[in-house]
């Protein structure tokens, strides 16, 4: 399955829609990132995961993140993803967020699911222990 097919023809950027083809062209791995304002253990983890991102991207990593919000309304949800610097699902696509979400069992948040960015592919739906167990990102190729 394509990512174009699990993530829809576009996602938001901090500068607007972001076509979804061209992340696929442009990186390796895409986490597809669950989280939420009110969720204690994901305010933890997106810092984490955030200098995670930036340290891969500025290595010359092909790493994007989505952020798919499970927040309880869009302000709360646009709050969150302002500290954010990837790419998100757009909250508006509620459909889109439960089928990611069944499609890969997420039960409790925070979850990181990778995935390769040609394909669709699953890599892991424990990208948290990659984050941890990964510093350098070696499971994305440079």
């Known amino acids: 399955m394509a990512l174009v097919d699990l993530l829809g023809a576009k996602v938001a950027g901090k500068d607007g829609e972001v076509d979804v083809a061209a992340i696929s062209a442009e990186n390796d791995v895409v986490g597809i990132y669950f989280s939420a304002h009110?969720?204690?253990?994901?305010?933890?983890?997106?810092?984490?995961?955030?200098?995670?991102?930036?340290?891969?991207?500025g290595a010359g990593k092909k790493f994007q993140v989505v952020f798919v919000s499970s927040d309880r309304d869009e302000g709360g949800a646009g709050e969150y993803y302002s500290s954010m610097p990837w790419l998100m699902v757009p909250y508006s696509d509620r459909a889109k967020k439960d089928e990611l979400a069944s499609k890969y069992g997420v039960s409790g948040i925070p979850t990181l699911v990778l995935v390769n960015a040609k394909t669709g592919e699953l890599i892991t739906k424990d990208g948290r222990k990659v984050v941890s167990d990964d510093p350098e990102g070696n499971f994305c190729k440079a």
């Open 38 to 57: 009110w969720c204690p253990p994901c305010r933890n983890f997106t810092p984490v995961l955030g200098e995670y991102y930036t340290k891969l991207r």
